[in-house]
C-alpha cells in the first residue's frame, strides 16, 4: 500500500491513520441571506479543525444526506469555490472537495483544492476526464442507489464482497481512463444504501478491504448506524463517533473523515499508543 498522498504542494503521511475534517458550508443562521456561508467563517472553522490536528479540510456544496436533493451545478460552484480560494493560502494542509460534478472538480482545484472525494466514484459523465485533467488523490466511495432513495431498500449478497467487486470495478474504470495508481483512495461509504447491520458488519470486517492494496477512508462521525444504536439526535453522537473511528483505524483505515476532530484526534492517539509502546 501507498504510504503517502501527494496533494500538489502538500503531502500526506499515511504511516499513521490521519483525520480528515468536514468543513461545514451548508446555510446556517452565520450565513449572510441563508444561503452561503461566509468565507470568514469557513476560515475561521478550518483553521479550528487543523489547530486540532486534521490533515486534510473537506469542503462540499452538495448534501448527499439521505433523502437530500441534487443541487445545480451553480449553485454547487457558487457555494464551494469562493471559500476554497479565501481558504488555500489560510491553511497548512491540503483541501478536498466534496463533489461528483466535472466542473465543480475542475473549478476547485483551480481553486486551490488538491483532492477530490467523489461519492459517486467518478461515475457522472465528464468526472473521469476531470480527474484525468487535474492529476489529484481521489477517493472513490461505494454507494447503493442514489441519496434520495438510497435508504428505502438496500441489499447485497455479502455486503463486504459485494463493496470490495464494485470497488475494483471502479479501480481498473479509473485506471483505463488514465488516473495514476498513486491518486487512488477507496471508502466503502458507511450509510450509503445500508441498512444498520450492513454498516456493523462492514465496520467489524473493515480489515478485508485493506486487501485491495489502496489507501482507504472512513467516514462514520455522527451517522444514523449510532442514532440506530443509542436511539440519539446527531448532536449528541461525538463520543460513539469517536469509538467508531477508533474501531475503524485500528482495522486499518487510513484517513478517517469527522466533525470532531479534537476528539477524534486524542482518541486515535490511543490507539498509537497501544501499537507503538511497548517494553
Ligand atoms: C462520507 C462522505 C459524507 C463518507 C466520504 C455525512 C461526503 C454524510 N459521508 N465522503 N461524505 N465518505 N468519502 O454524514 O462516509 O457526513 S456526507
Known amino acids: 500500500m501507498i504510504k503517502r498522498l501527494n496533494c500538489g504542494q502538500k503531502e500526506i503521511d499515511l504511516t499513521q491513520p490521519q483525520v480528515m475534517g468536514v ?45 437530500a436533493a ?10 464551494v469555490v469562493p471559500v476554497i480560494e479565501a481558504l488555500v493560502g489560510e491553511i497548512p494542509v491540503p483541501v478536498s472537495v466534496d463533489t461528483s460534478k466535472p466542473e465543480v472538480m475542475l473549478a476547485a ?3 486551490g483544492a488538491s483532492m477530490v472525494n467523489d461519492v459517486r466514484a467518478l ?18 466511495m461505494h454507494m447503493q442507489g442514489q441519496p434520495r432513495t438510497m435508504q428505502s431498500n438496500p441489499q447485497y449478497n455479502d455486503v463486504v464482497s459485494d ?5 475494483r470495478q471502479r479501480i481498473d474504470a479509473v485506471l483505463d481512463a488514465g488516473i495514476s495508481k498513486e491518486n487512488i483512495v477507496l471508502d466503502p461509504g458507511f450509510g450509503f444504501g445500508k441498512t444498520t447491520a450492513h454498516n456493523y458488519t462492514m465496520l467489524r470486517e473493515f480489515k478485508r478491504f485493506t486487501e485491495m492494496g489502496f489507501p482507504l477512508l472512513a ?13 440519539n439526535p446527531v448532536e449528541e453522537r461525538m463520543p460513539a463517533s469517536v469509538a467508531l473511528a477508533v ?13 470532531d476532530v479534537k476528539e477524534t484526534v486524542d482518541g486515535l492517539k490511543m490507539l498509537e499508543a497501544m501499537q507503538n509502546l511497548e517494553n
Do not use: W, Y
Open 109 to 111: 482545484v483551480e481553486a
Open 123 to 140: 461515475r457522472e459523465p465528464g468526472t473521469l476526464e476531470a480527474a484525468v485533467e487535474i492529476n489529484v488523490p481521489v477517493c472513490l
Open 163 to 167: 463493496i470490495i467487486h464494485f470497488l
Open 247 to 259: 474501531l475503524v483505524a485500528e482495522r486499518g483505515a487510513n484517513i478517517i473523515r469527522v466533525h
Open 23 to 67: 468543513l461545514n458550508v451548508t446555510p446556517d443562521s452565520f450565513s449572510d441571506g441563508g444561503k452561503f456561508i461566509k468565507p470568514e467563517r469557513a476560515i475561521q472553522h478550518a483553521q479550528k479543525m487543523v489547530a486540532a490536528g486534521a490533515a486534510i479540510i473537506d469542503i462540499g456544496g452538495e448534501s448527499t444526506r439521505p433523502g
Open 219 to 231: 467516514g462514520l462521525s455522527r451517522k444514523s448506524m449510532i442514532g440506530a444504536i443509542l436511539d
Open 70 to 79: 441534487e443541487v445545480a451545478v451553480d449553485d454547487e460552484l457558487r457555494r
